[in-house]
């Protein structure tokens, strides 16, 4: 039975939550924004050193790693990967999208998990493979379009869709849209593209010790909940969030030794399926009351990132 909504309560875990969820209401839905065929270089800068130069244009710029040791610097919203590896765009049971933002960059963790749970999602959840969306940049960092977080090389987004038998094209990978999985009303997955092998791999990787978190949209969370049976622990690592209706997002834990890299506080305990969930269907959230718009928030510079960045940013 589907979870009933309930009233908000004021307090300021639900008021920055609340916010949260309005600040992801409120962006494009990037993910799904398509890619081009003819990508072009950006402009260079007139003056890449001026302190108030947004970071975002700076690691945007970066089309090639950091000659580093590999290593994942800061915070998965403030931070930069040194030494980051390309997921090759094709493997035997994975296919990287969205090929002209070049974003299937990583840490060399994260490379390495990704081609594990391909290999592993045929045989473990009925999945024929992964189609891979955005990973990171080059060099990590923010990014000018799309994601808050993704910025140590650390986060991956996997889309709905299973992989086809067939290698898909340039043209579909920059164009076709990924599964949406949710109703319009937003209130629960859709039955009729909703199956058993997305909860299988969902499952799947949440099991893996390495995973901090995996996102998902609320509705895709109820399902979880109503459809995991009496095996319930994996369910404390997927954590909702609107905006996650075509892919589900998995953070891998910061590597072990990578000092300069700041793990997030573990996920309450508990499976996440009681009113913690309801909260998402309030009508506070899923209709929330327009908003005067604020002042824009300066966006972030080098200096609001680790003094490390700066070396990979500068590193040949």
């Known amino acids: 039975m589907p979870l009933r909504p309930i009233p908000l309560r004021p307090s300021p875990i639900r008021r920055t939550a609340l916010l949260t969820v309005l600040l ?6 990037l993910a799904q924004d398509r890619g081009t065929l003819t990508p072009k270089p950006l402009p260079p800068l007139a003056n890449p050193d001026d302190p108030s130069t947004p970071a975002k244009a ?3 710029r970066a089309t090639t790693p950091a000659a580093l040791p590999p ?5 998965y919203a403030r931070g930069c990967v040194a030494g980051a590896e390309a997921l090759p765009i094709d493997g035997a049971s994975w296919q990287v999208m969205r090929l002209s933002r070049n974003r299937n960059w990583g840490h060399p963790r994260l490379v390495a998990f990704l081609e594990k749970i391909a290999t592993d999602a ?3 959840a009925g999945w024929p493979g992964l189609l891979v969306g955005d990973m990171s940049q080059p060099r990590g960092g923010p990014m000018l379009t799309g994601h808050a977080s993704h910025q140590l090389g650390l986060d991956a987004d996997i889309w709905l869709t299973p992989m086809p038998d067939r290698r898909l094209t340039r043209a579909e990978r920059e164009e076709m849209s990924a599964t949406n999985v949710v109703r319009p009303d937003r209130r629960d997955i859709d039955p009729a593209v909703w199956r058993p092998e997305h909860l299988r791999l969902i499952k799947m990787v949440s099991r893996e010790p390495e995973v901090a978190r995996i996102f998902v949209n609320p509705a895709i969370k109820l399902a979880l909940c109503r459809e995991a049976g009496s095996d319930r622990s994996w369910l404390t690592k997927v954590r909702p969030i609107y905006g996650h209706n ?6 891998l834990e910061c590597p072990a030794g990578d000092a300069a890299c700041h793990d997030q506080d ?3 305990s508990g499976d996440g399926c009681g009113p913690e969930l309801d909260y998402w269907f309030s009508d506070a959230v899923l209709n929330p009351k327009p908003r005067p718009p604020g002042k824009p928030r300066p966006p972030m510079t080098l200096a609001g990132l680790p003094d490390a960045c700066r070396t990979v940013l500068k590193a040949r």
């Open 24 to 29: 992801a209401l409120a962006g494009p839905a």
């Open 58 to 60: 700076l690691f945007g």
């Open 71 to 75: 290593q994942a610097i800061g915070g």
């Open 122 to 124: 045929p045989r473990k």
């Open 246 to 251: 075509y892919h589900f997002h998995i953070r």
């Open 266 to 268: 573990p996920p309450p």
